[in-house]
């Protein structure tokens, strides 16, 4: 191992040596193991930031990407003008697609992996088309309903998800956990009845959305169960996306009409419609990112809290940016489904626990 070592100085000692620089770390052969001293010099020396406040930037990351691609959602489908979710969701396939090439290919986020068999590419289809429902009737329901009723419909995620576990599995909670379930569909019940800017159509879709995003969990859990398949969250969505799109763009062709050309002509007249693309289908992407980053340094747990805590501060903000009307009794229902997601999630926790 010594002799793969290159110096320019005499007398210098690479764990001693304050001075090495980026290039000179490059040449040492480094064991495969290295011991605990060498790497904390090795932190000491690469970085500057502590492990804490680096987990504390990717989770405020992974709030203003999440929150953000929901406002510009809403602004360019409601406010700005352009009224077209499944292009617009096309886009937002085609930024995670390029995005996830690069950062797997070149920056090596995380090791690539392939589809190995013919199953497992129809297996990745399936999830891709419920997906597709999922994300673009989400988008859809910005145009008709505002994102503070859109959030509370989307917390409702769990109790979706626990009846198509039964629908499709046969597995059954325990009565704790059924029961937890219930201030989550008294909670949006009241949001409903008390929202000033009910729209039929956009609760539809929007519950479109909650119910596709809790079948892809269940069938994703159900279709990549083996070893030899399951695909890590980045290489999915490399892999899923360039679907989604090639499914999208004739979709969005045949119900939105040509889209591109209109624009393209938008473009011409107003060059900020180009920003406002490209960056929202650039924040659709870090909210995949941040996601894999928030699971990676803490862990699924706790994305998990952060995701009910991001449902009620992107309610809030919403609110402050596109001053939509609330009452008293929608806030109190969005409260309340909050809390039994929360419940919910504790009592998953012990059903694991018990069976164990």
């Known amino acids: 191992m010594v002799e793969a070592q290159t110096w320019t100085r005499r007398m210098s000692n690479p764990r001693l040596d304050s001075t090495v620089t980026a290039a000179d770390d490059q040449v040492l052969d480094i064991p495969a193991t290295p011991t605990a001293e060498l790497k904390n010099s090795t932190y000491a020396v690469g970085s500057t930031l502590s492990p804490n406040l680096v987990t504390a930037l990717i989770i405020a990351s992974w709030f203003m990407s999440n ?7 809403k602004y360019l489908l409601s406010f700005y003008g352009y009224r077209y ?37 129809f297996k990745i289809l399936a999830l891709c088309i ?24 989307g917390a409702t995620t769990p109790f979706f998800t626990a009846i198509f576990a039964f629908l499709i599995t046969c597995k059954k909670e325990s009565a704790e956990v059924y029961f ?20 039929f159509f956009g609760f539809l879709v929007c519950i479109g959305s909650t119910s596709g995003r809790a079948l892809k969990s269940v069938v994703q859990g159900i279709l990549l169960t083996n070893e030899a398949e399951k695909l890590h969250s980045m290489n999915l969505l490399l892999y899923m996306a360039p679907m989604a799109a090639m499914i999208l763009l004739p979709l ?27 960056g929202n289908a650039t924040v659709a992407y870090l909210v995949n990112l941040t996601n894999f980053l928030v699971t990676k340094h803490t862990s699924a747990l706790t994305l998990q809290v952060l995701g009910n805590a991001k449902a009620a501060l992107a309610a ?41």
């Open 316 to 356: 809030f903000v919403s609110v402050l940016v596109f001053r939509n009307p609330v009452t008293v009794m929608g806030i109190t229902g969005f409260a309340v489904t909050v809390m039994g997601v929360v419940l919910y999630s504790e009592a998953k926790k012990r059903s694991k626990v018990t069976a164990h």
């Open 180 to 199: 937890a379930l219930l201030p989550v569909v008294f909670g949006i019940v009241l949001a409903t009845n008390s929202e000033p800017l009910f729209n």
């Open 67 to 73: 929150i953000g691609v929901l406002l510009l959602n």
């Open 252 to 278: 969005s062709l045949y119900i939105e009409g040509n889209v591109a050309r209109v624009t393209a002509e938008k473009a011409r007249s107003d060059s900020f419609i180009i920003f406002l693309l490209i």
């Open 130 to 153: 419920i997906f597709c429902f999922s994300v673009v009737c989400g988008n859809t329901s910005l145009r008709y309903i505002p994102v503070s009723f859109n959030q509370a419909i």
């Open 85 to 121: 979710p499944i292009f617009l969701t096309m886009l937002h396939m085609l930024s995670c697609a390029s995005y996830s090439y690069v950062a797997i290919n070149f920056l090596e986020i995380v090791p690539r992996q392939h589809i190995l068999s013919r199953k497992q590419f």
